[in-house]
C-alpha cells in the first residue's frame, strides 16, 4: 500500500477546454423562448470571457456550473439540463470538442517518486473518461480513475476511508473548485493546491495558482517530502508555500 496519496480533480484541472461548455448551454438555452434563449448565452459567454454579468454566474465554479446556475436562474428544469449535460459528455467522450492537459504534465507525473499513489477523483461520468484521457495523452497515467465520485460529499468519504491508517498530511488534493475539491481535504488537515482560474482566492489552500503549471513545483516537494516520511517538519517549516 503507498502512504501517500496525491488526488487530481479533472475538468478544469487535467482536463482543460470551455467548447464543450458552450455546447452545452446553447442545448439548454435552446429549451427557452428566443429572448430569453439570448440572454442565457450572453451570460454564458461572459462567464467563460471572465467577465461574470448575472448573480447566478459571479460565483459560479467553473463554465459547466455556470450553465447548471442559469438553467435554475431561467426555469429550465433540472431533469432536462442533467440530460443535455450528459448527451454533452457523450460528444466530448467521442471527440467532437478540443481538450487539452496542462502542459507538461504527464512528465510531471511522471517524475514524481513511485511510492506517491495518483488518483483522478471527479464528478464527470465514468463511461466519458476513458476516451478522452486517451486523447490527453493521460491513459494509464494513474494508480486509479474514479468517475461519478458525487463530490463534495463522496470525496469525504474517500477521505474518511483513506485516513484510517494514514496521517492526515499524507494526503494532497488538488483542484480548481474548493467545496468540491479542496475542502474536504482542509477540514480533515490533509494539504490542498488551488487552482484559482479566475481569481477567487482561497485562503484555506495550502498552495495556490492560476495554472497547475505553476504549483509544479509545490505538488514536488509535498511528493518528495513524502517519500521521505517527514511530511510533518517540512510544513512546519514553510515548505509547502
Not at 495523452?137 to 484510517?164: Q, T, Y
Request: net charge negative; with cysteine; charged share 25%.
Amino acid at each position: 500500500m503507498n502512504d501517500a496519496i496525491l488526488l487530481f480533480d479533472y475538468d478544469g484541472t487535467v482536463r482543460l477546454g470551455s467548447e464543450h461548455a458552450t455546447h452545452y448551454a446553447r442545448l439548454v438555452a435552446a429549451e427557452l423562448e428566443p429572448a430569453d434563449e439570448r440572454a442565457f448565452l450572453a451570460a454564458h459567454a461572459a462567464f467563460v470571457a471572465g467577465k461574470p454579468t448575472t448573480a447566478s454566474t459571479f460565483d459560479a465554479y467553473d463554465a459547466d456550473n455556470a450553465v447548471r446556475r442559469l438553467a435554475g436562474e431561467f426555469g429550465v428544469p433540472d431533469a432536462v439540463r442533467a440530460a443535455h449535460y450528459e448527451a454533452t459528455r457523450e460528444r466530448m467522450a467521442a471527440g467532437d470538442f478540443a481538450v487539452w492537459a496542462p502542459p507538461g504534465f504527464a512528465e510531471f507525473i511522471w517524475g514524481l517518486p513511485r511510492s506517491v499513489e495518483v488518483r483522478l477523483v471527479t464528478n464527470a461520468p465514468e463511461a466519458s473518461l476513458e476516451p478522452v484521457l486517451d486523447r490527453l495523452g493521460l491513459d494509464g497515467l494513474f494508480d486509479s480513475v474514479v468517475g461519478d465520485a458525487a463530490k463534495p460529499v463522496g470525496l469525504e468519504r474517500m477521505l474518511d476511508d483513506l485516513l484510517e491508517d494514514r496521517k492526515p498530511e499524507r494526503i494532497l488534493s488538488v483542484g480548481d473548485i474548493p467545496v468540491n475539491d479542496l475542502a474536504p481535504a482542509a477540514d480533515r488537515g490533509c494539504a490542498t493546491a488551488y487552482i484559482d482560474h479566475y481569481g477567487r482566492p482561497w485562503p484555506r489552500a495550502t498552495a495556490s495558482g492560476r495554472t497547475l503549471e505553476e504549483l509544479y513545483p509545490f505538488v514536488h516537494r509535498w511528493a518528495t517530502a513524502s517519500e521521505s516520511a517527514a511530511p510533518e517538519s517540512a510544513a512546519s517549516e514553510g515548505a509547502w508555500s
